[in-house]
């Protein structure tokens, strides 16, 4: 079956650690997408990117970077700059030129103690 | 910029009942509108879309419809279950692949169905 996966789904690190949430799909979709939740809170965009080798910061990209070196692959590393980490993040693909609905993963609940 | 303001939770209804949860939005261009459910824990699910004035999305009882002239996007569904209990966002997305096509999301919208 096609779909997004994100690993792991609970992952607790230390003040002052980088950690890194993966995200794959095997939907061949062209753009990609990192999403942070805070409770009681919508949606904001980190980062996304629509072709390999290529990615933009979104709303609150301070404190987390990316990479897109496969298609299939969008990985976010949470850096020590990152005030306030803990948070449900949310990755999701999209099929450029198909519409512009994106379809997400399961999520990463990160929390930093 | 654009903008997505939903109706505040959290709503509480009873089997049966109708459900409506509105969205309106801001738009500097002509948006596609979604509807996604998050089941606690979980990622998001795409419930419906509309991608022109006065398309109406429906999917699994819910129905929506794409109100240009008072720029709503309201999500009904005429007799919930239990199992519609979950928390509800209202998106829009710029119809441009330049600006990376990113959705903007309402707050979301708890609901919870009593049996």
């Known amino acids: 079956d096609g779909g997004i996966t994100q690993s792991p789904k609970y992952l607790f690190r230390k003040e002052g650690q980088n950690v890194t949430l993966s995200c794959e799909q095997n939907l061949n979709h062209d753009a990609m997408y990192w999403y942070r939740q805070d409770p009681g809170q919508g949606l904001r965009l980190i980062y996304y990117?629509?072709?390999?080798?290529?990615?933009q910061k979104g709303d609150i990209a301070e404190g987390y970077s990316v990479s897109r070196e496969k298609k299939e692959s969008f990985p976010l590393t949470v850096t020590s700059a990152q005030k306030n980490p803990t948070a449900f993040y949310l990755c999701?693909?999209?099929?450029?030129?198909?519409?512009?609905?994106?379809?997400f993963g399961p999520g990463t609940r990160l929390t930093v103690t | 910029g654009n903008s997505v303001t939903q109706m505040e939770g959290p709503v509480t209804l009873s089997e049966e009942a109708f459900l409506t949860i509105n969205c309106t939005y801001t738009?500097?261009?002509?948006?596609?509108l979604f509807w996604y459910v998050q089941y606690p824990g979980e990622g998001l699910q795409l419930l419906l879309k509309?991608?022109?004035?006065?398309d109406k999305g429906s999917n699994k009882g819910f129905e929506a419809t794409y109100r240009k002239e008072t720029t709503s996007f309201h999500l009904e569904k005429g007799s919930v279950q239990v199992s519609d209990s979950a928390v509800y966002f209202c998106a829009l997305s710029e119809q441009q692949e330049t600006s990376g096509s990113r959705l903007t999301f309402g707050e979301g919208t708890q609901l919870t169905v009593n049996p």
């Open positions: 990117s629509q072709i390999v080798n290529d990615f």
């Open positions: 509309a991608t022109k004035a006065d």
């Open positions: 999701a693909s999209r099929l450029r030129d198909r519409g512009y609905e994106q379809y």
């Open positions: 738009a500097t261009g002509y948006p596609s």
